[in-house]
């Protein structure tokens, strides 16, 4: 039970309500624009603007800071799954595994390394 008493559970549930907010927001707008499949991007955005406008204007609290970070460590376990059945998938491509491959590359690692070299420099 000493793990838990460490724990800041204030910027927990107000970083998850952070990210859950924006989240459902862009849902509903894009949703509100016959696209509800945009929601996540969307909300994304949204949330790495107002971030970096916050960051611009003031210092974000280190709570938050910290709590994102661990967050974002424990969620790669999240993708495990993922993985597996990518995975699978693979097997029953056959010569479209190039393809799947190239698409997943671009959609995946690029994004992913450039919001890395965002949120280490801005954040």
């Known amino acids: ?3 838990i008493k460490g724990i800041d559970w204030t910027a927990w549930v107000g970083t998850i309500l ?3 907010g ?6 509903w707008i894009t949703t509100q624009f016959n696209h ?4 996540n991007l969307v ?9 970096f406008l916050w960051r611009t204007f003031g210092k974000l609290p280190t709570r938050l800071v910290d709590t994102n ?3 974002m460590k424990e969620s790669a376990f999240a993708f495990l799954p993922i993985s597996a059945g990518s995975l699978l998938m693979m097997v029953h491509m056959g010569d479209k595994i190039p393809a799947f491959l190239l698409v997943l ?7 992913l390394w ?3 070299k965002m949120a280490k420099r801005w954040l």
Do not use: C, D, Q, W
């Open 69 to 71: 970070n661990k967050i």
């Open 1 to 3: 039970m000493e793990f």
């Open 114 to 116: 450039v919001y890395a």
């Open 18 to 20: 952070l990210i859950v």
């Open 43 to 51: 909300g994304l955005l949204s949330l790495l603007v107002v971030l």
């Open 36 to 39: 509800p499949e945009l929601g």
């Open 105 to 111: 590359f671009i959609s995946t690692l690029i994004p």
């Open 22 to 27: 924006f989240r459902e927001s862009a849902l």
